[in-house]
């Protein structure tokens, strides 16, 4: 059974936006999947509270 998936509005500067823009179109992904795998990379890397199911 996949997770619930909960909308958040995020405001982030210009820079980022586009930086995000350019690797989605790159890797041929959606922008929200591209930040969802860049935070779920960093979650690997120092470890979470939480394990995502």
């Given at each position: 059974m996949e997770e619930p998936k909960i909308p958040i509005k995020i405001v982030m500067p210009?820079?980022?936006?586009?930086w995000i823009a350019i690797q989605a179109a790159m890797n041929m992904r959606s922008?929200?999947?591209?930040?969802?795998?860049a935070i779920k990379e960093k979650m690997e890397r120092?470890?979470?509270a939480e394990?995502?199911?």
């Open positions: 210009q820079s980022v936006k586009r922008q929200t999947s591209e930040i969802v795998l120092v470890g979470s394990t995502p199911q």
